[in-house]
């Protein structure tokens, strides 16, 4: 049986996380793509944060060893940031190397340049772990763009945010308690501004607008609010009515808007259930009518297993490539 050969680049959260799943899931990863997947290199920042590493990838911080290693196929990204990621990452396709992103930040901003240069490598690019974490909603929407046009998305998609809501409304708690539980339970950063201040979201948006629309909204058709000015008298004084962390995304006139901001949700709407670190994505279609996918939008193993699946589904688009081309190869 032969061997896909997968690096890669961070060990965090999500970088442990798809180590872990692989090394697990073996004998089913050979049952679904009949390939043994082999984790031969690890890059880190800084070797000290893994003294007590024992598993058999090599790790380094070298990334040449990665971008430079004509055996690795695939290289999956869970590092923090727009770069070093998107120099890498073009590194690793003008190389031949499919990719794997779970880098929203990064992706927001250059995914439609790492698409373009992907193209002409004739490597593929996947990136479903940017968006609502464990939920597949890179890959439904890409399958139902195929019959569908979307014209409205609502979503929430920052699970850190919802977590406070709920916690503000169901336990009376101030905005700085329901923050501190949060950090507590390991669903916020010591530092929480991305997530209560929209920025999180935002990326998320933009890479959801640029699936479905093929472009962003222009600056002035965004409109970013966080929570952080939310109390919990104002969360009380809104029931029945839930407030959420709303993002819509919708094409109006020819324009694309984006608003990401805190609304009162009424009981029929198909988000008023979302509570907790949940995400949810609520697709307006004009063929199937509407679509609502709920589940966790974050943590190391919803990560990996959209980081997983990505995988599988470029082995299986390649061998069923292969076969074509190999029909179609002149025979001599
Ligand atoms: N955590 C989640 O639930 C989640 C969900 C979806 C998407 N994501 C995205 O996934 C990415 C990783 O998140 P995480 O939570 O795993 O972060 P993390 O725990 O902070 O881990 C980041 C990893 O990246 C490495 N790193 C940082 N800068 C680097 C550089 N310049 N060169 C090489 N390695 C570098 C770090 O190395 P050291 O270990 O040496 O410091 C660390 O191993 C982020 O882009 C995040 O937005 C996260």
Same mark, same amino acid.
């Given at each position: 049986?032969?061997?896909?050969?997968?690096?890669?680049?961070?060990?965090?959260?999500?970088?442990?996380?798809?180590?872990?799943?692989? #090394?697990?899931?073996?004998?089913?990863?050979?049952?679904?793509?009949?390939? $043994?997947?082999?984790?031969?290199?690890?890059?880190?920042?800084?070797?000290?944060?893994?003294?007590?590493?024992?598993?058999?990838?090599?790790?380094?911080?070298?990334?040449?060893?990665?971008?430079?290693?004509?055996?690795?196929?695939?290289?999956?990204?869970?590092?923090?940031?727009?770069?070093?990621?998107?120099?890498?990452?073009?590194?690793?396709?003008?190389?031949?190397?499919?990719?794997?992103?779970?880098?929203?930040?990064?992706?927001?901003?250059?995914?439609?340049?790492?698409?373009?240069?992907?193209?002409?490598?004739?490597?593929?690019?996947?990136?479903?772990?940017?968006?609502?974490?464990?939920?597949?909603? =890179?890959?439904?929407?890409?399958?139902?763009?195929?019959?569908?046009?979307?014209?409205?998305?609502?979503?929430?998609?920052?699970?850190?945010?919802?977590? @406070?809501?709920?916690?503000?409304?169901?336990?009376?708690?101030?905005?700085?308690?329901?923050? $501190?539980?949060?950090?507590?339970?390991?669903?916020?950063?010591?530092?929480?501004?991305?997530?209560?201040?929209?920025?999180?979201?935002?990326?998320?948006?933009?890479?959801?607008?640029?699936?479905?629309?093929?472009?962003?909204?222009?600056?002035?058709? @965004?409109?970013?609010?966080?929570?952080?000015?939310?109390?919990?008298?104002?969360?009380?004084?809104?029931?029945?009515?839930? @407030?959420?962390?709303?993002?819509?995304?919708?094409?109006?006139?020819?324009?694309?808007?984006?608003?990401?901001?805190?609304?009162?949700?009424?009981?029929?709407?198909?988000?008023?259930?979302?509570?907790?670190?949940?995400?949810?994505?609520?697709?307006?279609?004009?063929?199937? #009518?509407?679509?609502?996918?709920?589940?966790?939008?974050?943590?190391?193993?919803?990560?990996?297993?959209?980081? =997983? $699946?990505?995988?599988?589904?470029?082995?299986?688009?390649?061998?069923?490539?292969?076969?074509?081309?190999?029909?179609?190869?002149?025979?001599?």
């Amino acid at each position: 049986m032969s061997t896909l050969h997968v690096a890669l680049l961070g060990f965090g959260t999500v970088g442990k996380g798809i180590y872990e799943t692989i #090394g697990k899931q073996q004998d089913h990863l050979r049952a679904v793509i009949g390939k $043994e997947v082999k984790v031969s290199t690890i890059v880190v920042k800084d070797l000290g944060h893994h003294a007590d590493y024992q598993g058999s990838a090599k790790l380094t911080t070298d990334m040449q060893e990665i971008i430079q290693d004509q055996k690795i196929d695939v290289v999956m990204e869970a590092i923090v940031g727009k770069q070093p990621a998107f120099d890498y990452l073009q590194q690793c396709i003008i190389q031949g190397k499919h990719v794997i992103t779970a880098n929203k930040e990064m992706f927001a901003a250059y995914g439609c340049a790492l698409q373009k240069l992907a193209e002409k490598h004739h490597t593929k690019i996947a990136y479903e772990a940017t968006t609502a974490g464990g939920i597949p909603i =890179i890959a439904t929407i890409q399958q139902l763009l195929q019959a569908n046009h979307i014209n409205n998305i609502q979503a929430i998609l920052n699970g850190t945010s919802n977590f @406070i809501l709920t916690a503000m409304r169901t336990d009376h708690l101030s905005f700085d308690k329901a923050l $501190e539980k949060a950090q507590e339970l390991g669903y916020a950063e010591a530092d929480p501004t991305n997530d209560i201040d929209g920025h999180d979201a935002y990326f998320k948006a933009m890479i959801l607008s640029e699936l479905v629309f093929g472009r962003k909204p222009a600056p002035e058709n @965004i409109q970013v609010t966080g929570i952080r000015d939310i109390s919990s008298d104002f969360l009380q004084s809104a029931c029945p009515k839930r @407030i959420k962390h709303l993002v819509t995304l919708a094409r109006t006139d020819g324009d694309i808007i984006c608003r990401i901001e805190p609304q009162a949700l009424s009981e029929t709407h198909p988000l008023f259930a979302v509570e907790g670190v949940d995400n949810a994505v609520h697709l307006q279609t004009d063929i199937l #009518g509407n679509l609502t996918l709920t589940g966790p939008g974050a943590g190391a193993l919803p990560t990996a297993s959209a980081m =997983i $699946e990505d995988l599988c589904t470029i082995v299986k688009e390649e061998q069923a490539v292969l076969p074509i081309e190999k029909a179609l190869a002149p025979h001599y």
